[in-house]
């Protein structure tokens, strides 16, 4: 039942979502290549926002559970709205062909590893707003294919979700030796299943021992092994697993981050502002701060009685929220907390006139402004 409102739920999310197909010309290939492009909701009237891209390889079957899953997670915040392009692989072993000396893509896999860089991204860019973060999802032979793109410098990709994949010879140690020097921020995540073809399976666990194993700061690597999931059902677990853990930075603060990073800060205003920034300097997204994000932070300055860090909040709300009540009720608090209680009540008062944010109306205003004045007789 629940996988059943699951999939009715995506479904439902998926036709809300603009899908077009397009035909890509090539110069690396002996023909243009048919792509399915699903943009971001309000994409047409939102003109000034550019969206980071998801490649999907395998997208005569793999396109429509991630672009479901992109529009599902952007849809509640949870990742960025993105702009996902699943290329067509009339014959997909042509196009993950690899020498069998060098183990390097050849012939067809050379031709369409090119088309992706060197035809598919500029025709992207001319058409879209494209922010400066990619992400490339493949199933076993197009996920081992993807991984050469790590071996550009920089690579094509930021994000890899390699789902069961099959692995040329020598691929874990050439990622192995990659990340563990990459100065280039890496997220890379890798699922099989307790079902899954073992051979495939065994080479994933050996290529996850490997990178499990890395230090390395600039690569943030994630694993799933899927109890009962054959070589096909794992990818219904697996692609939504991977877009929560490579955006978990980017979603509203949950009660775990409120709980263990925030109230843990030494400055719960600092961790809003750093979190925004790692956003906008990841993805190339430079979002409002979300409402909910200004009040979580809000209740930990308050049990931190940091009324500095209060007035800093207020400051950013009016710049963020300037028709609301929030940046006048975070600069009260701030006064309140250091005493000077007469400016928080006018400051309270001036702001009635505003609009409410969240759970901040003015009847809450209205009633410390109103217990000032009987505390203090003003």
């Given at each position: 039942?629940?996988?059943?409102?699951?999939?009715?739920?995506?479904?439902?999310?998926?036709?809300?979502?603009?899908?077009?197909?397009e035909?890509?010309?090539?110069?690396?290939?002996?023909?243009?290549?048919?792509?399915?492009?699903?943009?971001?909701?309000?994409?047409?009237?939102?003109?000034?926002?550019?969206y980071?891209?998801i490649?999907?390889?395998?997208?005569?079957?793999?396109?429509?559970p991630?672009?479901?899953?992109?529009?599902?997670?952007?849809?509640?915040?949870?990742?960025?709205?993105?702009?996902?392009?699943?290329?067509?692989?009339?014959?997909?072993?042509?196009?993950?062909?690899?020498?069998?000396?060098?183990?390097?893509?050849?012939?067809?896999?050379?031709?369409?590893?090119?088309?992706?860089?060197?035809?598919?991204?500029?025709?992207?860019?001319?058409?879209?707003?494209?922010?400066?973060?990619?992400?490339?999802?493949?199933?076993?032979?197009?996920?081992?294919?993807?991984?050469?793109?790590?071996?550009?410098?920089?690579?094509?990709?930021?994000?890899?979700?390699?789902?069961?994949?099959?692995?040329?010879?020598?691929?874990?140690?050439?990622?192995?030796?990659?990340?563990?020097?990459?100065?280039?921020?890496?997220?890379?995540?890798?699922?099989?299943?307790?079902?899954?073809?073992?051979?495939?399976?065994?080479?994933?666990?050996?290529?996850?021992?490997?990178?499990?194993n890395?230090?390395?700061?600039?690569?943030?690597?994630?694993?799933?092994?899927?109890?009962?999931?054959t070589?096909?059902?794992?990818?219904?677990?697996?692609?939504?697993?991977?877009?929560?853990?490579?955006?978990?930075?980017?979603?509203?603060?949950t009660?775990?981050?409120?709980?263990?990073?925030?109230?843990?800060?030494e400055?719960?205003?600092?961790?809003?502002?750093?979190?925004?920034?790692?956003?906008?300097?990841?993805?190339?997204?430079?979002?409002?701060?979300?409402?909910?994000?200004?009040?979580?932070?809000?209740?930990?300055?308050?049990?931190?009685?940091?009324?500095?860090?209060?007035?800093?909040?207020?400051?950013?709300?009016?710049?963020?929220?300037?028709?609301?009540?929030?940046?006048?009720?975070?600069?009260?608090?701030?006064?309140?907390?250091?005493?000077?209680?007469?400016?928080?009540?006018?400051?309270?008062?001036?702001?009635?006139?505003?609009?409410?944010?969240?759970?901040?109306?003015?009847?809450?205003?209205?009633?410390?402004?109103?217990?000032?004045?009987?505390?203090?007789?003003?």
């Open positions: 039942m629940k996988k059943t409102l699951l999939l009715l739920l995506l479904f439902s999310s998926f036709l809300n979502a603009q899908v077009l197909y035909t890509v010309p090539s110069t690396n290939l002996s023909e243009s290549r048919q792509v399915k492009i699903q943009l971001p909701r309000n994409y047409e009237t939102i003109k000034d926002k550019n980071p891209v490649v999907v390889l395998d997208a005569d079957y793999l396109f429509e991630v672009a479901g899953n992109v529009d599902y997670y952007s849809y509640w915040e949870d990742m960025p709205q993105a702009i996902v392009v699943g290329v067509m692989q009339p014959n997909r072993m042509f196009d993950t062909q690899y020498d069998d000396g060098n183990f390097l893509p050849t012939e067809q896999g050379a031709s369409f590893f090119n088309f992706i860089g060197q035809d598919l991204f500029p025709w992207l860019g001319k058409k879209y707003r494209l922010a400066p973060f990619n992400l490339i999802v493949g199933h076993d032979a197009t996920a081992g294919f993807a991984n050469y793109y790590l071996m550009k410098n920089p690579p094509l990709f930021n994000a890899y979700i390699s789902l069961s994949p099959d692995l040329a010879p020598q691929m874990t140690e050439r990622l192995t030796d990659i990340l563990q020097k990459t100065e280039n921020k890496i997220f890379y995540y890798q699922a099989t299943g307790t079902e899954d073809i073992e051979a495939l399976r065994e080479s994933t666990q050996v290529l996850h021992i490997a990178l499990q890395i230090e390395n700061t600039n690569l943030k690597y994630y694993f799933d092994d899927f109890e009962n999931a070589h096909y059902t794992l990818a219904g677990k697996a692609i939504p697993s991977a877009l929560e853990q490579i955006f978990s930075v980017y979603r509203p603060i009660k775990k981050e409120f709980q263990e990073d925030i109230l843990t800060a400055s719960p205003f600092n961790y809003l502002t750093e979190k925004y920034e790692i956003i906008e300097n990841l993805f190339g997204i430079k979002d409002k701060i979300r409402i909910n994000d200004f009040i979580a932070i809000a209740a930990a300055l308050e049990k931190k009685a940091d009324w500095d860090g209060f007035e800093n909040l207020g400051k950013l709300a009016r710049k963020e929220y300037p028709e609301t009540v929030l940046g006048a009720y975070y600069l009260g608090r701030s006064y309140e907390g250091n005493g000077d209680t007469k400016k928080a009540m006018r400051t309270y008062e001036s702001a009635l006139v505003l609009k409410s944010a969240g759970d901040v109306d003015k009847d809450i205003l209205m009633a410390r402004a109103q217990r000032i004045k009987d505390d203090f007789g003003y």
